[in-house]
């Protein structure tokens, strides 16, 4: 699929009106990274309103969430958009860094001893660099951010989000199962993901000789779509809905690196809101009936395209999955059930 088909239909989803989804969060738990600005923000936002008893904000810089808690904390003053606030919610900043597999296991070990259930675990946190970068851990940036680390996480809080689905319900006809929700991204139909032909996936997109600044974004996404339906085969997450979410072009951090022009030519032509492109988050992450490892946009089930579609695609993903297991087993072992089963 071309990138000027991927603009046509961002066009079309500007202008088009996407459902609101509310449900009763009441006695729930619900963990969002990168959510102290864009989408991650907007959707703490509507979380907030269904009165969950947490809301846990994971932020990379604790000073940001902090700001984005005291900006939160205003919707008790004045009628919401996303419903009415009871202020019975704990909202908690906690720190993150995803660029760090350390602060990654750190996290996951705080929730792990301070959280009795997570009912809503949404994986928003991504980077796109407009350059080679690495982290300390020694990884490509955006490959370790919107890769590894996420679904290090994703393995460590698999058995809290398992422990919650057997839990009663708190409070009386509410039936939400636990989700796991993976953002995700159209820009995946046009990922060349170039490094499956190599005899070895993540080596040859950690390799700075192979690096295409353009592909690496739409490349890592298309990773996580493939990652997040093999996740689902788990027996571990059987109870748990487990989906990637595309929220479609939105006026979000992401592209804050880039020329404020070119932005606002982008934006203003193809964009939805953060407030618009939300819902799709909402919809993802408290509707019981997505098929478990379903690809989402625009609020409802869609079929994937591109490479991760294509006769290759057997292959991609059980390379892939061996590869980022091989990976994440060696930092946590504890998650190597959740890998190797």
């Not at 750190?106 to 980077?127: G, P, T």
């Not at 590894?148 to 809080?157: D, E, G, M, N, R």
């Not at 487990?242 to 929220?247: A, F, G, K, L």
Request: charged content about 20%; glycine content about 4%.
């Amino acid at each position: 699929m071309s990138i000027l088909s991927l603009f046509v239909e961002s066009l079309v989803n500007k202008w088009s009106m996407l459902p609101e989804t509310v449900v009763d969060l009441t006695g729930r738990t619900v963990v969002i990274t990168g959510s102290n600005v864009g989408l991650g923000f907007e959707a703490a936002k509507r979380f907030y309103a269904m009165n969950p008893a947490r809301l846990i904000i994971a932020v990379r810089t604790v000073s940001k969430g902090e700001e984005a808690k005291r900006i939160l904390l205003e919707q008790e003053k004045k009628p919401s958009p996303y419903g009415t606030v009871n202020n019975e919610t704990k909202v908690e900043v906690w720190s993150v860094d995803l660029s760090s597999f350390e602060s990654v296991k750190q996290f996951a070990k705080r929730c792990e001893s301070e959280l009795d259930r997570i009912d809503v675990f949404l994986a928003n946190a991504a980077v796109q660099n407009v350059k080679w970068t690495t982290t300390k851990d020694g990884w490509e940036s955006d490959l370790q951010t919107n890769v590894l680390s996420t679904f290090l996480l994703a393995a460590l809080v698999a058995p809290i989000l398992s422990k919650t689905a057997q839990l009663p319900a708190p409070s009386s006809g509410s039936t939400l199962k636990p989700h796991l929700v993976i953002v995700a991204s159209d820009t995946h139909y046009f990922a060349p993901l170039r490094a499956y032909t190599a005899p070895s996936i993540l080596a040859a997109m950690n390799d700075e000789a192979q690096y295409i600044q353009g592909d690496r974004y739409p490349d890592t996404k298309a990773m996580d779509i493939v990652l997040t339906k093999q996740l689902t085969k788990n027996p571990i997450l059987k109870d748990v809905i487990v989906c990637s979410v595309n929220p479609g072009f939105c006026r979000s951090e992401l592209l804050r690196d880039m020329s404020s022009i070119a932005r606002g030519l982008l934006y203003g032509l193809f964009a939805r809101t953060t407030l618009e492109g939300s819902k799709t988050y909402m919809w993802a992450s408290l509707s019981n009936d997505i098929p478990s490892g379903a690809y989402t946009s625009s609020c409802q089930v869609t079929p994937t395209k591109g490479v991760i579609s294509g006769k290759d695609s057997e292959k991609i993903s059980l390379q892939l999955w061996k590869e980022v297991a091989d990976v994440l087993v060696k930092q946590a072992p504890q998650t190597e059930t959740i890998w190797k089963f």
